[in-house]
């Protein structure tokens, strides 16, 4: 199971014992900001993507949208996401509960600049109703990105 994988790496990072697990879906954004009793924005969504032959996750805020020219500027291609039977089997965890914590080895991680709003963000541990709160250098610290970027648009108001 999905979630096995993230709470079997989160253990090697000493906080497994943090994972969130819920009795509702927490599948998207809407769904885990309920869950949690939190704001979508503070939800980190993992975007699944193809960039050559490459499995690429994004971990963004939950109000972003991707920036097709921002995200052309930075991968040199155009935006394409994985379909949702290849997530799976591409990254280790079905759409639903993709984060970037026990992925299958070669996904690139990257985090989006999006996330530096806020102090804690909540992203998926595996599965469609779980998450844990993370503090964005604990993020930083167990995604493990190859950088930061700025590939989303983030809603004005």
């Given at each position: ?14 906080v497994a014992d943090r994972i969130l697990e819920f009795d509702t879906s ?27 032959e490459r499995a690429v996750l994004i971990v963004c805020a939950g109000d ?38 026990g992925i299958e080895d070669g996904v690139e991680v990257y985090l989006d ?45």
């Amino acid at each position: 199971m999905s979630i096995e994988r993230a709470r079997a790496y989160l253990e090697t990072c000493g906080v497994a014992d943090r994972i969130l697990e819920f009795d509702t879906s927490s599948a998207t954004v809407e769904l885990a900001a309920q869950a949690l009793g939190t704001q979508g924005c503070r939800i980190a969504k993992s975007l699944s993507f193809q960039v050559e032959e490459r499995a690429v996750l994004i971990v963004c805020a939950g109000d972003t949208r991707i920036d097709n020219a921002k995200y052309k500027a930075f991968f040199h291609t155009k935006a394409k996401m994985l379909a949702p039977d290849e997530v799976e089997r591409q990254i280790g965890h079905a759409v639903g509960g993709v984060c970037p914590f026990g992925i299958e080895d070669g996904v690139e991680v990257y985090l989006d600049e999006s996330l530096k709003r806020f102090e804690t963000v909540f992203p998926a541990c595996g599965s469609s109703n779980s998450a844990i709160e993370l503090t964005i250098p604990e993020l930083e610290q167990f995604a493990r990105p190859l950088a930061w970027t700025n590939v989303c648009k983030i809603p004005e108001g």
